[in-house]
């Protein structure tokens, strides 16, 4: 299976730590969407990222998170310093190109992020 | 920024009943979108809508895109046990440096056998 590939499913962390989510996309598919969602909520955009390039980071929050998507390896969302707040699941989509259509975007099964 | 009321945020059926949820929005999108999430799962995309006034089906789900594009529909007809799960309507506007889907809220459908 070829899908969205996402790790860690689960993480759980203190507030302080760093945690570090991966995303390895569609094969064929160069551009990477992270998304987050909080508890009985839907999902919301933070980030749209081609290689070695973020597009559009306009959900990203200004402090403590970042993401890349280098020219080898899986996309990777970086929290920084967690706060409880952070406690959500966070959604890889992948898509082939750029306005290709919204039907082709894929999301992987997410990685669920917990901070103590 | 755009927002997307979904209704109702849940919904207890019997099994063989039809169910209808809908998403409504003070702003226009360019494309609406259905998605049904199971539980530690990603969204899977159900049916994929791109122009007002458009009716599709998917076996048993229909959808449409309002003619305002303002809002948008989602039934199930015939449900059954795994049609279980919470469904997305997300909407997409498209604009210069822009691709982002907006989400509603979701809507939680439970069916009793």
């Known amino acids: 299976n070829a899908g969205v590939m996402q790790n860690p499913r689960h993480l759980v962390r203190r507030r302080g730590q760093e945690a570090r989510l991966r995303c390895s996309p569609m094969?064929?598919?160069?551009?990477v969407y992270w998304y987050r969602q909080l508890p009985e909520e839907g999902l919301k955009f933070m980030v749209y990222?081609?290689?070695?390039?973020?597009?559009?980071e306009s959900g990203m929050p200004k402090e403590r998170f970042s993401a890349e998507f280098p020219k080898e390896g899986p996309s990777i969302l970086r929290i920084q310093q967690v706060v409880r707040g952070d406690s959500a699941a966070y959604f890889c989509?992948?898509?082939?190109?750029?306005?290709?259509?919204?039907?082709?975007?894929?999301f992987g099964a997410g990685s669920r992020l917990t901070v103590l | 920024g755009q927002q997307l009321n979904q209704s109702p945020q849940s919904m207890f059926i019997q099994e063989g009943e039809d169910v209808s949820m809908n998403c409504t929005s003070s702003?226009?999108?360019?494309?609406w979108l259905w998605y049904k999430q199971d539980p530690g799962e990603g969204p899977v995309l159900l049916i994929a809508?791109?122009?007002?006034?458009e009716l599709t089906s998917n076996g048993r789900l229909t959808a449409q895109f309002g003619i305002t594009r303002k809002d948008s529909f989602l039934n199930i007809s015939a449900s059954i046990p795994s049609d279980v799960g919470i469904y997305f309507c997300?909407?997409?506007?498209?604009?210069?440096?822009?691709?982002?889907?907006?989400f509603g809220k979701g809507t939680k459908l439970s069916v009793i056998p």
């Open positions: 702003s226009i999108f360019n494309t």
């Open positions: 989509a992948s898509s082939p190109a750029r306005g290709s259509g919204a039907n082709v975007l894929t």
């Open positions: 990222l081609q290689k070695e390039n973020i597009i559009d």
């Open positions: 809508l791109y122009k007002a006034g």
């Open positions: 997300a909407g997409l506007v498209l604009g210069a440096g822009s691709y982002q889907l907006t």
């Open positions: 094969k064929g598919h160069s551009h």
